[in-house]
């Protein structure tokens, strides 16, 4: 086993400890916390690399190291670390993306007063991530995931002083617990049923063959609890609503966290446990996949037509991350766990560079984030410009240069071979349709048309800004070399089959629906779309055209289909009443009872009180009394006069005669 | 009549009694010291008595006794004036109501 396998615990550990020492830092010390954050970055990437390597030597390679952690009466708890190739390429991506952002955040949070503690945090947040991904244990996953939940809040409420920021990492926080709660009742389930939490332990894990047969059909409520947790932090449906709000955070904070990295748990997480949920497969289906299909697909739907409604910047990446997000579990649940995992890694590489871009565009427009007050930048930042684009025609699916065109073309190819329905394959094939569209709006919006208001001054951004969007851009279309059906290494390396070079692949039946879907999606965008932009200089932009045509609808998108108001109306009402009720018993009832015993106490005390004064003092005081009086009669006696004191000795002597004489 | 022993114990604590008397009831100092006087008297005679009546012959113990207390009683008796006269200077009065000092 090479050296970085036995010491994977390295790849966290370095940004970790750049996190603690910057931490330790003045706040005036800032050109060495972004140095230290960035080597701790550059340092977890080359051990990364490094760990990478021997996955490449066969396929279907696993290495493992196990060790005790502590012992209670007779049972050890084990944890671990691993190296596979899912989590090798999560590592490269991870650690690749966070350095690009990394050296984007210098740049964007100069100005802030609070930039020492930004890299902290940000440092920290990557470390828990790299745990979270190489590890062997469920329950050291669970520390870590609960980790990075936490490194979320700190970035989101970021900036402490706006009460809109601090809501929104409240919310965040709150709503992934809810998802945590099921994953960690999964946990408990799966330790008592299998009797270990280690995921591969040289047969005795619980994702191998042993442990799932001990765990018979429970699996799949395992399964579905833990699924919970991958619907909190992934922002699936139920739970997506901390999404949008989490982008009250710095425009960083929602690349790293929000895009690429921490949502990613989720789905890395279902990847990881998949034989849980592929256990007792009939024909590759389960009800657990079922459901995560389901989940998936009414996620990624109902995301895009949201996207079509916002006019925030980050809210429409946000959607569309969710939507992506949605499309990953889908891709999962069909079966294509590889097609999910390498969508998600090239997600996290173009959607970084989506909002590292709105970054470079709000800090060019001076921190506006509305497009209807924005239009034209094509000419003023031709850098963030093009590689926006590049990330836009990513994400919205154009095959044969961009990653993202591939790999959605693989999960549609899978979703189309499921058994049980085709349901979700139209609907996936409509949100195609809808990302080309809401993308091309954003872009007409932002980078057409005529500038509006806060274009007037936009300037390009300064390069340590732009040069990591150019990384980005460029791995996102490199990427694609790795992601054809012509050589699908990438594939090939996740499910550890061996690949073929073979031209022919390329022209498959689904590609030609896909270019023809997206096509019609950014076609209808600019029709849709295309004039949105003409307006004289000094007004924000008309009304949306889709608004114009659809009021109604668009009312309905805009305000997030009305969710975070059920919410709000259903859950969070009962748990103010709950706390309501709580407060009262606790002010009146249980306060009631202290006091009660306390009131006891008391009437103890003055018994008690009034038993000393009166019986005990006043006995002693009777005493006393009755010992004086005896002594002024004892001392009445002693009246001095000697004929008395002669006549008692006489009568004394006379007692003492008669009595010898009666003794004798 | 022939005197008897229990004639002559009578008789010594009549003796006795009116010395008890004398001594209790008594205001002046030396009354009280001839009350005294008597009662020592009252007891000679009771050894004198028994030693007479005691089976004769017999050394004449109770005789010697009685010599020797009488010794002592004189001798006590000038203690007893000595005592008075000191306790006159002092107080100015023999009258042992008034000498109640000790009293408390």
């Known amino acids: ?664 | 009549m022939t005197p008897t022993l229990q004639l002559f114990l009578v008789v010594s604590a009549a003796l006795f009694s009116i010395g008890l008397l004398a001594a209790l009831s008594r205001r002046h100092a030396i009354f009280i010291l001839i009350g005294i006087e008597m009662m020592l008297a009252a007891a000679n005679l009771n050894f004198v008595a028994f030693w007479r009546f005691s089976p004769q012959p017999q050394p004449p113990i109770g005789v010697m006794v009685a010599i020797f207390s009488i010794a002592i009683a004189a001798a006590e008796a000038a203690v007893g004036l000595a005592l008075v006269i000191a306790i006159y200077r002092h107080y100015r009065t023999t009258n042992v109501d008034q000498l109640d000092q000790l009293q408390g």
């Open chain 1, 1 to 664: 086993m090479s050296w970085i396998v036995t010491n994977l615990w390295l790849i966290p550990a370095a940004p970790l400890a750049a996190s603690l020492i910057i931490l330790s830092l003045a706040n005036s010390r800032r050109s060495i916390a972004g140095a230290l954050a960035i080597i701790g970055q550059i340092a977890a990437l080359a051990l990364s690399i490094l760990a990478f390597l021997p996955t490449l030597q066969a396929p279907g390679y696993r290495s493992v190291d196990n060790f005790t952690w502590f012992t209670f009466g007779e049972q050890t708890l084990r944890i671990g670390w691993m190296i596979d190739p899912l989590a090798a390429a999560m590592l490269l991506m991870i650690t690749l993306v966070s350095l690009c952002i990394f050296i984007f955040s210098i740049g964007y949070m100069a100005g802030d007063k609070n930039f020492n503690r930004f890299f902290a945090y940000l440092s920290f947040f990557s470390a828990a991530m790299l745990g979270v991904v190489i590890a062997n244990s469920l329950l050291l996953l669970f520390i870590c995931w609960e980790l990075v939940g936490l490194a979320s809040y700190l970035l989101i409420g970021f900036w402490i002083n706006r009460p809109n920021a601090a809501a929104a990492a409240k919310k965040a926080f709150v709503t992934t617990r809810i998802g945590d709660l099921g994953f960690f009742l999964g946990i408990l389930w799966l330790y008592g049923g299998s009797g270990t939490l280690l995921f591969y332990d040289g047969g005795n894990g619980c994702l191998e063959n042993a442990g799932l047969l001990a765990l018979g059909v429970s699996a799949t409520f395992v399964a579905l609890l833990i699924f919970c947790g991958a619907v909190g932090k992934s922002g699936q449906f139920p739970l997506h609503v901390w999404l949008p709000d989490a982008m009250e955070g710095p425009t960083p904070v929602s690349a790293l966290i929000h895009a690429a990295t921490m949502v990613a748990a989720g789905v890395f997480l279902v990847a990881r446990v998949y034989p849980l949920f592929s256990f007792g497969a009939i024909d590759g289906v389960t009800p657990s996949l079922i459901v995560v299909v389901s989940i998936g697909t009414i996620t990624a739907l109902m995301a895009s037509l949201i996207a079509l409604g916002q006019f925030d910047i980050k809210r429409i990446l946000a959607y569309s991350t969710v939507s992506q997000l949605g499309l990953m579990m889908v891709s999962l649940g069909v079966g294509g766990v590889a097609a999910g995992m390498m969508h998600l890694i090239a997600h996290g590489f173009f959607k970084a560079l989506l909002f590292l871009g709105a970054g470079s565009i709000i800090h060019g427009c001076h921190q506006e984030q509305d497009i209807r007050k924005m239009g034209g930048l094509r000419s003023l930042m031709p850098i963030s410009f093009l590689t926006y684009a590049i990330g836009m025609m990513t994400l919205s699916g154009v095959p044969f240069f961009f990653s993202g065109g591939w790999t959605k073309e693989e999960i549609l190819h899978a979703t189309a071979h499921w058994h049980v329905s085709h349901i979700p394959h139209y609907l996936m094939l409509a949100g195609v349709v809808l990302t080309a569209l809401y993308m091309t709006r954003q872009i007409i919006y932002i980078f057409f048309g005529n500038r509006r208001a806060a274009s007037e001054n936009a300037h390009e951004s300064p390069p340590v800004m732009t040069l990591p969007l150019i990384v980005l851009a460029i791995c996102s279309i490199a990427l694609s070399v790795l992601l054809t059906p012509a050589w699908p290494w990438l594939h090939s390396y996740l499910t550890g089959e061996p690949a073929h070079f073979d031209i022919a692949l390329l022209i498959q039946p689904m590609l030609f629906v896909s270019l023809a879907l997206v096509g019609a999606g950014i076609g209808l965008g600019f029709v849709m779309y295309g004039k949105a932009g003409q307006e004289d200089r000094h007004r924000t932009a008309e009304t949306d055209p889709l608004e114009h045509a659809q009021p109604a609808l668009f009312h309905f998108l805009e305000n997030k289909m009305w969710l975070d108001e059920i919410y709000d109306r259903t859950v969070v009402a009962w748990s103010r009443m709950a706390a309501r009720i709580s407060d009262w018993m606790d002010r009146h009832f249980w306060d009631g009872l202290v006091r009660g015993f306390a009131g006891l106490g008391q009437l103890f005390g003055i018994f008690s009180a009034n038993f000393d004064e009166r019986a005990i003092n006043a006995g002693v005081d009777e005493t006393m009394t009755g010992t004086r009086r005896l002594s002024r009669v004892m001392s009445a006696w002693h009246s001095g006069q000697i004929q008395t004191y002669l006549g008692i000795i006489a009568i004394g002597m006379l007692a003492l005669l008669i009595l010898y004489a009666w003794l004798a």
